[in-house]
C-alpha cells in the first residue's frame, strides 16, 4: 500500500468513527440544544395527521408528553421541538440517517424492522382487519379467493395473508404499497378490491366515510403493536424514551389520550370513532411496569 493510500484509509476511518460517535449521541445533542426533532405522518389518522397546517393525533400529544417528560428527567426548563413531516419511506430514511430523533405516527414495532432500527415500548396494540366495498365485504377466509388486496411493505399483515394464500392455493393477489396513504388511494381509486392493514386505521377511515364502506375481520389471532421508532444506535434516547412511556401509562396520562382520541368527538369532522379500548390493550396496559432510566 502506497502512502497516499493509506493516508486515504486513514481519513475515511477517522471519518467514520466521527460520524460514529456523533450518530450515538442523540441524547447528548437534545441535552446540549435544548431541542429534539420529531416526525408525524400526513394520514395516520387519528395517530398522526395534519390539522391547520399541524399535526394532531394521539401518537402526537403523546410525544409532546413525553418531551415535558425527558424535560424533568434531563433537569432542562425547555425542550423545543421540530416536526419534520414526510410519508413512511421517507421517515425511516431520515431516522436511519439521524436527520430525525423519534417517528410519532403508526409504525409497526416488529422483529424485522428491530434489525435496523430501536423501538420505544409499545404504546397500541391492534390487529390486522379487510377495508373493502360493501358488496364486496367477507364473512369467513374463503370469500377472499380471488380478491387484489393492496397491503403495506414491512407489515406484518403481509405474512398473515401469505399463510392464509397458502391455505386457499394461492387464490389472492397482494399488491404492496410504500405506506398506509398509498395504500389508501390505490384502494379508494379501485385499483385493488381490498386493503389489508391495522383495525385501528380501518375503522378511523370507516368512521369519516361510513356509507358506501365495509370492515371484515379474519380471526389471525396475532396481534400488532406500535412503538416509537428511533435510529439503531440511539440506546440512551431509547432508554429515557421508555421511562418517560412508562410514567404517562402507569400515572393515568395515558388512559386520558384514549378518551380524547377513541372516545370523544376529533377534527377535522368532530366524529367520535366510539372505540372502547380492546382486551389486548387494556391488558397490556394494566399490566405494565415503570421502567427505570439508564
Given at each position: 500500500m502506497t502512502m497516499k493510500n493509506y493516508l486515504s484509509l486513514l481519513f475515511l476511518i477517522s471519518a467514520f468513527s466521527i460520524f460514529h460517535a456523533q450518530a450515538n449521541d442523540s441524547l447528548d445533542n437534545i441535552k446540549k440544544t435544548h431541542e429534539i426533532t420529531l416526525s408525524y405522518s400526513y394520514n395516520d389518522y387519528p395517530f398522526s395527521f395534519i390539522q391547520n397546517e399541524k399535526p394532531v393525533g394521539m401518537a402526537i400529544d403523546l410525544c409532546q408528553d413525553l418531551v415535558h417528560?425527558?424535560?424533568?428527567?434531563?433537569?432542562?426548563?425547555?425542550?423545543?421541538?421540530?416536526?419534520?413531516?414526510g410519508k413512511q419511506v421517507e421517515t425511516f430514511n431520515r431516522v436511519k440517517e439521524h436527520r430525525v430523533d423519534m417517528t410519532c405516527s403508526a409504525i409497526t414495532r416488529n422483529d424485522a424492522r428491530l434489525k435496523s432500527y430501536n423501538f420505544s415500548k409499545p404504546y397500541f396494540v391492534t390487529t390486522?382487519?379487510?377495508?373493502?366495498?360493501?358488496?364486496?365485504?367477507i364473512h369467513e377466509d374463503k370469500d377472499l379467493h380471488?380478491?387484489?388486496?393492496?397491503?403495506?411493505?414491512?407489515?406484518?399483515?403481509?405474512?398473515?395473508?401469505?399463510?392464509?394464500?397458502h391455505k386457499l392455493n394461492f387464490s389472492l393477489l397482494m399488491v404492496p404499497t410504500a405506506d398506509y396513504s398509498s395504500a389508501l388511494e390505490l384502494f379508494k381509486s379501485g385499483g385493488v378490491k381490498m386493503l389489508a392493514t391495522d383495525e385501528v386505521l380501518l375503522a378511523a377511515f370507516l368512521a369519516?366515510?361510513?356509507?358506501?364502506?365495509?370492515?371484515?375481520?379474519?380471526?389471525?389471532?396475532?396481534?400488532?403493536?406500535?412503538?416509537?421508532?428511533?435510529?439503531?444506535?440511539?440506546?440512551?434516547?431509547?432508554?429515557?424514551?421508555?421511562?418517560?412511556?412508562?410514567?404517562i401509562?402507569?400515572?393515568?396520562?395515558?388512559?386520558?389520550?384514549?378518551?380524547?382520541?377513541?372516545?370523544?368527538?376529533?377534527?377535522?369532522?368532530?366524529?367520535?370513532?366510539?372505540?372502547?379500548?380492546?382486551?389486548?390493550?387494556?391488558?397490556?396496559?394494566?399490566?405494565?411496569?415503570p421502567v427505570a432510566a439508564s
Open positions: 417528560q425527558l424535560e424533568k428527567q434531563l433537569d432542562i426548563a425547555h425542550i423545543d421541538i421540530h416536526w419534520v413531516g390486522t382487519a379487510f377495508l373493502s366495498k360493501k358488496n364486496d365485504a380471488g380478491k387484489t388486496i393492496a397491503v403495506i411493505s414491512g407489515d406484518s399483515t403481509i405474512g398473515r395473508i401469505n399463510k392464509l394464500n369519516k366515510e361510513p356509507k358506501n364502506y365495509s370492515i371484515s375481520h379474519i380471526d389471525f389471532v396475532d396481534t400488532d403493536v406500535y412503538g416509537l421508532m428511533l435510529a439503531k444506535e440511539s440506546l440512551p434516547l431509547t432508554s429515557q424514551v421508555n421511562s418517560a412511556l412508562a410514567q401509562i402507569t400515572s393515568g396520562e395515558y388512559n386520558v389520550l384514549y378518551k380524547k382520541w377513541f372516545m370523544s368527538p376529533i377534527p377535522p369532522a368532530q366524529k367520535n370513532l366510539n372505540m372502547p379500548m380492546s382486551k389486548a390493550l387494556k391488558t397490556y396496559i394494566n399490566s405494565y411496569k
